[in-house]
């Protein structure tokens, strides 16, 4: 993590607005493998139908490459085209950039290990996110007080919540988010070890050790004896002051479930907790630990229970933060995990009861891990390979209908906010689609998608910070405003259609550097204030780290 050159950083954005007769060249900035696909895009009001194009080193001298400016997938904003150009058959390695009439693309690299740094860079952000004692990097131990019932038979007495991660920007910390990110970054690990090596050499990948600070927040959350699930430590009054955490004194609110609410956030704390108790169960592994697999197990089985009982979901608070209105497909994880775990048939018989009510797999959110869910159930499950097979082809089959008449290949019906970790998403079902079938046809569906989000967009910015070229300083964040550091390997939330943002009636902290890419359908602000399209989030990393996981092993 390093000080942001803030004056330097907008002397060079504001210079990549340009009017709609110059020629700006997209390109995945992070890199490609040899044997990508390699697409860029064009946006212009030229014609350049038929036009030339070719690929030069990095140095602008040495041109390896020619080929002719391909299909015009149409109108974008005030541009009149976006052109592709396929330059897949570049499969010599070095450092290179395109170049179309006079413009050309930031240089990228082509090399087997592109994407190696990737990992490494995401997992840096949860560093920033800890709470409490736990090591966190950019600020200060904190919220060490945390906190005081409400609700539930503790109400108003203390509980121990403090560590876990903070979310979005502020200091509040969900379960509901919490949860998915956990969950989905260990499914991805069981999947993909190899992913995820040893950095500091203690022995342990450094994404457990991350994993751990989730998981051993969610075992403070479950009170066994009161039979007591907490989901949120704090709430709207978090929002008051922008202040580093450790400022903060007071004991804050730890939220209980409602009565009858609670099987969403009990699915994703018992299926992360299982998915635990199989990782860390493996005698061969230097981090095998008996007692700890025994306990994440054993508090597993009860959440589990207790989500049994609770058949709503339990929203955040004030519910208009995380409306999650779906706890089926939650449920159906952690009864596949603790199959898993325990190999128990009730278990995989009540994973596909959950499944089957949960229904078709839609995008894949954190409100939203139908996919994770089928997925999941046919990989301890091969007689429910079909039944998988069939929900993800209908996601994918609309996700690819969606991307035909979207110029950038976005496979979503249209974009919202939190857009671009369900871009991640839409990949990851291609993966997880393959995987099970053999079937590759949805790979090119969600190459787009990884190429959108490392640099093939509109704004021409790499959405994970400190990789590319062009990556988003500016985060709405309290740590990285106030400490001046670069969050390093944050992945961005996306870009929002323009009513999305203007109905919050935000005011940015400096001109538009991307104003001549904004349009009615997609805008985007690499500023502070835009907490809207600028904000870190744990669902956007997690998604983002389990699609690098997939994509890198996809050719191993």
Known sequence: MIHAPAFATLAFALALAAPPEAIHVRVNQVGYRPGDPKIGLALTSQDLGGQPFEVRTSWGEGRVLTGKVGADRGRYGQFAHVYELDFSALAVKGRFLVRVAGGHSPVFAVAEDAHSGLLAKSLAFFRVQRCGDTHPQGHGACHLRDGIAKGGPGDGSAVQADGGWHDAGDYIKFLITSGYATNLLLATYVRHPGAFPDDDGNRVPDLLEEARVGLEWMLKLWD????????????????????????????????????????????????????????????????????????????????????????????????????????????????????????????????????????????????????????????????????????????LEAARGHAASDPFRVGLQRLHWGSAPDMAGVGLQAFWYRDLTGDGRYLALGQAQWDYLLGANPWGVCFVNGAGTTWPRFPHHQVADLARIELTGFWNEGPVPLSVFTEQKLKLSRPDAYAAFQSDGAVYHDDKEDYVTNEPTLDANASGISLTAWFVASRK
Not at 247 to 266: H, I, K, L, M
Not at 305 to 310: C, E, I, Q, V
Request: glycine content about 6%; some cysteine; hydrophobic content about 40%.
């Open 224 to 395: 066994s004896p009161k039979k007591v699930l907490y989901y949120q430590v704090s709430d709207a009054s978090d929002h008051g002051t922008w202040r580093l955490p450790e400022q903060d004194r007071e004991a804050r609110p730890v939220w209980a479930c409602e009565p009858g609410r609670g099987a969403n956030v009990a699915g994703k704390t018992a299926a992360s907790l299982a998915l635990a108790a199989v990782i860390w169960n493996d005698p061969g592994k230097s981090y095998y630990d008996a007692g700890l697999v025994s306990t994440y197990l054993e508090a597993a089985r009860q959440i589990y229970a207790y989500g049994k009982t609770r058949p709503l979901a339990q929203p955040s608070n004030p519910p208009e933060f995380y409306r999650e209105l779906s706890f089926e497909d939650n449920m159906a994880l952690a009864a596949a995990a603790l199959f898993r775990a325990t190999g128990e048939a009730t278990y995989l018989k009540e994973a596909r009861d959950f499944a089957r009510a949960a229904g078709g797999a839609g995008a894949l959110s954190w409100s939203d891990s139908h996919a994770l869910a089928h997925y999941e159930i046919a990989r301890v499950d091969p007689s429910y390979v079909p039944e998988a097979r069939r929900h993800l082809e209908t996601s």
